[in-house]
């Protein structure tokens, strides 16, 4: 039994690290073939990826690759392109807008002023399309110096108080506070995830939307729009077991 939908009316979404390439190496060249020559002939395609268009065409074999997918959705769609055309594209002070920005940035500022650390740097906030990252010992210490603070902030918990005293000073801004690596955190506003991407494909109406990804779980960059009850989603592990599951979804 072939698949029900004409390829206007099924797409296929991709995670790219991990789902589509070994996690920070470029896509394979038997993969894409699949992908070009025996996916989309039968189902729209679209990447969903967290990073940005340079590192995601990186990944998958240059800047064309806005041309290959029907879709590319760079920074989980905030930079959102469709057949080679820009759709899309949000900043986070068009989102929360200056004035609320400018406060919390003064209080994360001022919060930091009143901390003492083994070391302190320079570039406590940088400001980026999606995000702000906050960093207490600024970004342009050493590695040293970062390795020095990641030590210190697992006893004193640096970035945990530095949140939670945010949190409770802006409860209502909808922003989301996510402490990675070793020396910052990230903060952004609330459904900036990779669902931010859904809102385009809906749009165009298509009957199902398949999910593919490999970090599906709690706390994972594919876990919401994996969950989301407008997708199908495929948990998978490599892009070998990408390429499985598509054969076993079109009877490739
Ligand atoms: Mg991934």
Redo the contacts with the bound molecule.
């Keep these: 039994m072939s698949c029900p939908f004409k390829r206007e009316e099924i797409i296929c979404l991709f995670?790219?690290?991990?789902?589509l390439t070994v996690p920070r190496q470029k896509i394979l060249p038997t993969t894409e073939e699949f992908l070009l020559t025996k996916v989309k002939p039968v189902a729209t395609i679209g990447l969903v990826g967290g990073s940005d268009l340079t590192k995601i065409a990186e990944q998958m074999g240059g800047e064309d690759v806005i041309k290959k997918y029907d879709y590319v959705f760079a920074e989980n769609g905030l930079v959102a392109y469709k057949n080679g055309d820009l759709i899309g594209k949000m900043s986070i002070q068009e989102h929360v807008g200056e004035e609320k920005l400018q406060l919390f940035i003064n209080s994360a500022l001022s919060y930091m002023s009143k901390l003492t650390l083994p070391v302190k740097r320079g570039t406590f906030i940088e400001f980026r399309d999606g995000l702000v990252n906050v960093c207490p010992v600024g970004r342009s210490c050493s590695q040293a110096e970062r390795d020095q603070f990641a030590a210190y902030d697992k006893v004193h918990k640096i970035r945990e108080s530095f949140v939670k005293h945010l949190q409770a000073e802006f409860p209502d801004f909808g922003l989301v506070f996510s402490i990675g690596g070793q020396i910052s955190f990230d903060v952004f506003p609330k459904g900036w995830d990779k669902t931010y991407s859904l809102r385009f494909v809906e749009e165009d109406g298509y009957k199902e939307i398949h999910f593919f990804?490999?970090?599906t779980a709690p706390g994972g960059?594919?876990h919401e729009i994996y969950e989301d009850p407008r997708t199908v989603g495929h948990k998978v592990s490599s892009p070998e077991e990408t390429i499985e599951q598509l054969k076993t979804l079109f009877h490739l």
């Design positions: 995670d790219v690290d991990g789902t990804g490999d970090k960059n594919d």
